[in-house]
């Protein structure tokens, strides 16, 4: 099993580099990921990654792209509902680099 | 991870030169214990694998006549080996179609045949040592199933039923994919391979019902575990999470909402797809497929349609009637076929496509279109390899190719097509099909979707064209990742209910 160390300790990831437990995560775990991902978290991203959580720990998944863009825009201001707003902070694709940097396992199947 | 790029075009579209090994370290990952042992497979490779894998090889030649014949038949004429989009792009030798089935033949011919067994050296055949097994896992994870070369064999030889073949048998071993065999087990546990619970789909419906409010005006509705729905609409579960599938499953339900029908989604059949077609595994192919009878009996539907995915409506229109009951031809000795049987109305076609449905009403005069809705696109339409060449739509002979694109045609005023050598019976898989939709894979599928790229690349010089439509949520998934790389822009990717969607008049009629 594959891990990664921050700040002297050590969790684990599978092949990817997601978190295995989810119980592991924090800002600081965050933070580490986003860099191996070439990405420096703003307040734009962290309002991405509070969301995903929050919506996790209430259906036990990621939101749909659909879904996600909706809420970013009700809550922060319309001009950033939208998927490109979104592609331009996680470029590799927000269901999962955000998700990853979320903590939360990576969403599978035809997508 | 190393940047990827996408191969140059070629300028005169002749066989590569060869690089050989050039893929030989392009795995995905081996699925752990964990996934493995979730669908009944043992959790890592056994000890005894050698002799497990040549018993299991020998039953499924028992099994599958077709397997036999595709062992013996091979002349190595080479007409397959220039036809699959991974060689073209890869240029490694072993993607060729006659190679990769030659790492099992050659194993075949070991253990199977006399010659083989007496003089091994003199017909090529080799023992099955781990390294032989290793590189079975590699190529036979390198091919999409989508039975290109196929159509070029004289023989007729499936060279996706060899890779299903040498998947089950890897599968049998221990030796699983982490991406087919992960997903097979949320479908499962879940009923999608998404793993969307009930609650979250329920969710996001809610939410597209207000979204299309807001953009129509019109209370077109996305309906949950209806019983007593006429039609149940089995769809693949990326239609509920992802961007552009999402579009079209707005369109089929805008069909529904304009012709009156009443629909139902079901949260145990949230998912069209079936990935124990992509293993090889009967067993689990079954298993997928019986949650969709499951939930039909138990919402009392009359009819069955499937939504834009190719390997779920290759499975449907190919192998559900003797897998579940539906469709003609079910076991009598199977009590909940023959009551499926009778529950399902026959004056329809069982199943139908979504295409079908669409395009039945359209031809009745039941749909009617604003076309100009859609003057902001140039379209070509991308054949998805599972529709065009595992199955068919309509009453006649080439279906699968007029329906999707008379749709297109009816709905807006721009249409192109992309050369004829790499469309309807000749499409080139999108890259990521076949259980190779996964990131670990994404040279791959980069590499893999260079003749596609190709030919789009000719349309949108000659035609301006600037969207590409297809009925698969794999072939959607796909291009919207890689076709960036190729320098075009991930939206030009689409479904054709997106064009139905964006044209429909709700009102009228």
Not at chain 1, 64 to 91: C, D, H, M, Q
Not at chain 2, 2 to 14: F, G, N
Not at chain 2, 330 to 335: H, I, L
């Amino acid at each position: 099993m594959a891990s990664i160390e921050v700040n002297g300790k050590t969790y684990e990831t599978d092949e990817e580099g997601y978190l295995v437990n989810l119980a592991d995560w924090n800002a600081e775990v965050a933070n580490y990921i986003a860099q191996t991902e070439k990405i420096n978290m703003t307040d734009q991203h962290w309002e991405v990654v509070n969301y995903l959580r929050e919506y996790f720990e209430e259906y036990q998944i990621a939101p749909a792209v659909r879904v996600l863009t909706k809420a970013i825009g009700k809550k922060f201001g319309a001009e950033k509902g939208n998927s490109e707003y979104l592609y331009g902070l996680f470029p590799y694709g927000p269901g999962k680099q955000a998700c990853k940097i979320a903590g939360l396992p990576k969403p599978t199947g035809c997508i | 991870m190393s940047e990827i790029t996408a191969p140059a075009y070629r300028i005169i579209p002749i066989i590569p030169a060869l690089k050989p090994g050039a893929m030989e370290s392009a795995r995905s990952f081996v699925a752990n214990d964990k996934i493995q042992e979730t669908i009944g497979f043992p959790g890592q490779l056994v000890d005894n694998w050698h002799d497990r894998a040549i018993v299991k090889m020998g039953e499924l030649l028992g099994k599958y006549r077709s397997l036999k014949v595709y062992m013996d038949a091979c002349v190595h004429c080479g007409a397959c080996s220039d036809k699959c989009h991974y060689f073209i792009g890869t240029q490694d030798p072993k993607n060729m179609p006659v190679a990769r089935q030659d790492l099992m033949r050659s194993v075949y011919r070991r253990y199977f045949t006399l010659p083989g067994k007496l003089f091994p050296k003199l017909v090529g055949a080799r023992d099955l040592t781990r390294e032989v097994l290793d590189e079975w896992y590699t190529y036979f994870y390198q091919c999409s199933e989508c039975r290109r070369c196929s159509v070029f064999c004289p023989y007729g030889i499936d060279t996706a039923e060899v890779t299903m073949a040498a998947r089950e048998i890897l599968d049998s071993v221990g030796y699983g994919q982490k991406y087919s065999n992960e997903i097979i087990g949320k479908v499962h546990k879940i009923g999608n391979n998404l793993g969307l619970p009930g609650p979250a789909l329920l969710d996001t419906l809610q939410g597209l019902e207000e979204d299309v409010k807001e953009a129509s005006g019109f209370d077109v509705r996305f309906p949950i575990d209806v019983k007593g729905a006429e039609v149940l609409l089995i769809t693949p579960s990326a239609d509920f999470f992802a961007e552009p599938h999402i579009d079209s499953l707005i369109g089929y339900a805008k069909v529904f909402h304009a012709t009156g029908t009443s629909w139902t989604l079901s949260s145990k059949a949230s998912e069209g797809g079936n990935f124990g077609l992509f293993i090889g595994n009967y067993e689990h192919m079954r298993k997928i497929a019986l949650r969709i009878r499951e939930a039909a009996l138990e919402l009392g539907v009359k009819r069955i349609v499937v939504g834009e995915c190719g390997h779920a409506w290759r499975v449907a229109y190919s192998f559900w009637n003797t897998l579940t009951g539906v469709g003609e031809g079910a076991d009598e000795n199977d009590r909940f076929a023959m009551m499926l049987q009778k529950q399902l109305d026959h004056r329809y076609k069982q199943p139908v496509h979504i295409c079908e449905f669409t395009w039945d009403m359209i031809e009745k005069g039941a749909l009617s279109f604003d076309k100009e809705a859609n003057d902001k696109h140039i379209i070509t339409f991308h054949d998805s390899c599972n529709v065009a060449r595992g199955s068919r739509m309509g009453e006649f002979a080439g279906g699968q190719f007029e329906i999707p694109r008379d749709i297109i045609k009816a709905v807006a005023n721009n249409f192109v097509e992309m050369s004829l050598a790499t469309t309807r019976e000749q499409t080139f898989c999108c890259g990521g099909g076949g259980g190779l939709l996964t990131d670990d894979l994404l040279d791959l599928r980069v590499k893999g979707a260079l003749p596609r790229m190709e030919v789009l690349q000719q349309v949108v010089d000659e035609h301006g064209v600037n969207f590409m439509a297809t009925i698969c949520a794999i072939c959607k998934a796909q291009f919207t990742k890689i076709m960036p790389i190729y320098g075009f822009d991930r939206r030009m990717v689409g479904g054709v209910h997106q064009l139905v969607s964006n044209a429909i008049r709700l009102g009228a009629k």
